[in-house]
């Protein structure tokens, strides 16, 4: 079955840093998406891709899907508090089911 | 639209009672997804439906588990009986064909 794994499980940064999240997948990615989760609420979506080399940016964050369609970073510029949170892959499964399975996510803490 | 909506937001009961969670998909979006979220096992899927009608609950832990959509607007999840085990945040969401799911805020369950 396949497994995504994110990396780091958590990270501590000063505001106005650069930080990069990883998400690796056991098998190739057929849609990855990015989401992010406060304490106590659900699910923002902020990104999806398909495509090997695939690029998205949204303010602040930028999300890319490498060529092999296994692996996904998320890089948030000048980190800031509103930054805070628990970031999650996500990906369908093969074979058109619509489901999806995430990674354990990472927990991000922005110091001000 | 109001988003996906979730009911109650926290429920907390003993352990033998029976529980039922309920949720409102935004309009218009064809599949729905039930979610449990723990600190252990992260975020499961428990099953979905499309259209109405469950096409996957190989989620779903064990037969106390059960999962019904009347209508394209209202699907329940509901626990009989509850156990300690249980106690978890539980998650619906619900989407448009081969669009990005979107998170209700969630029912967080403590079984005492």
């Known amino acids: 079955s396949q497994e995504l794994e994110q990396s780091p499980q958590s990270l501590i940064v000063q505001e106005g840093k650069n930080l990069t999240i990883n998400c690796t997948s056991s098998?190739?990615?057929?849609?990855l998406y990015w989401y992010k989760q406060k304490y106590g609420e659900g699910l923002i979506f902020l990104m999806m891709?398909?495509?090997?080399?695939e690029e998205k940016s949204h303010e602040k964050i930028t999300a890319k899907l490498d060529e092999k369609k296994q692996q996904s970073s998320l890089h948030i510029t000048a980190s800031q508090p509103s930054h805070a949170g628990i970031y999650l892959c996500g990906a369908e499964t093969p074979g058109g089911t619509y489901k999806y399975i995430f990674g354990t996510g990472t927990r991000l803490k922005v110091l001000a | 639209d109001a988003g996906v909506i979730q009911s109650p937001r926290h429920e907390v009961t003993e352990m033998g009672q029976e529980v039922t969670l309920r949720c409102k998909p935004i309009s218009g979006h064809d599949y729905l997804f039930w979610y449990r979220q723990t600190m252990m096992r992260g975020l499961e899927l428990l099953i979905y439906f499309n259209n109405n009608v469950p096409i996957d609950d190989s989620g779903m832990p064990e037969d106390r588990f059960s999962a019904k959509m009347p209508n394209a607007s209202f699907s329940t999840l509901k626990i009989q009986p509850s156990e300690p085990r249980d106690s978890a945040v539980y998650f619906c969401a619900s989407r448009a064909a081969a669009y990005e799911q979107y998170f209700g805020p969630g029912t967080r369950l403590t079984v005492t």
């Open positions: 098998k190739t990615l057929y849609g």
């Open positions: 891709l398909q495509k090997g080399g």
